[in-house]
């Protein structure tokens, strides 16, 4: 089955700089990529997604990058917010709903 | 509209107890998935329905068992239960279209195996 490794585990950044958490991939015909994001205590929401037909997408603050050849996507949130913390998790799948999920990035923006 | 709803939302169970978790999913979806949430570990698959029938399945052993009514709800069953069990349990819905979207997780349900 797929599996999804996710780097780093923790990542402490200053108001203001940017983010960035690396995810790979071992099935090559994996083709959906969601990245979610948990606050402490509530339910993971949907931040971004990028199929395997696109290389790049954004939205405001937040990029996520996909390079097949190698596996491996990328989520970039440039000017981080205090709000900004929070665990995120990518994912994997072959466009079904069978995702699976990286271990997770904690993120803490120091103010 | 109304999110989706997963009942109970804490329980405690001993070993070799089974225990039933509900979710409710936002009408109008007809996918529901279930995960399992440990610290460490991120989200495991478990199962996902879609018009009363498994589509997806896991690696979690037979133990581990759901169902999805004709109004799209859902039940998971974990049976024997086990330490290693204890655990947040998240459902999520979704259109459950042909192609892979977005998730509407529940807030879960935490299992506290003693």
């Known amino acids: 089955g797929e599996n999804v490794e996710q780097h780093p585990s923790t990542l402490s950044v200053q108001e203001g700089d940017s983010a960035v958490i690396k995810c790979t991939y071992s099935d090559s015909a994996s083709n959906y990529f969601p990245w979610y994001k948990q606050e402490l205590g509530k339910r993971p929401q949907l931040i971004i997604d990028i199929r395997s037909n696109v290389g790049e997408k954004k939205d405001q603050r937040i990029a996520v990058t996909l390079n097949k050849t190698a596996k491996h996507f990328s989520l970039h949130i440039t000017e981080t917010q205090p709000e900004d913390s929070a665990v995120y998790f990518c994912a994997a799948s072959l466009n079904d709903y069978k995702l699976s999920f990286g271990a997770g990035t904690t993120v803490t923006v120091r103010a | 509209k109304a999110g989706v709803t997963q009942t109970p939302r804490y329980l405690i169970k001993t070993r070799g107890q089974q225990v039933t978790l509900s979710c409710s999913p936002i009408?109008?979806?007809?996918?529901v998935s279930w995960y399992q949430q440990t610290p460490g570990q991120g989200l495991q698959f478990l199962f996902e329905y879609f018009s009363e029938t498994q589509r997806n399945k896991g690696n979690f052993p037979g133990r581990f068992s759901g169902r999805q009514f004709s109004n799209s709800r859902s039940e998971m069953n974990v049976s024997t239960l086990e330490l290693g069990d204890s655990a947040l349990y998240l459902c999520?819905?979704?259109?459950?279209?042909?192609?892979?979207?977005?998730?509407?997780f529940g807030e879960g349900s935490r299992l506290t195996v003693l």
């Open positions: 009408s109008g979806h007809r996918s």
């Open positions: 999520a819905s979704s259109l459950g279209g042909r192609a892979a979207g977005e998730l509407f």
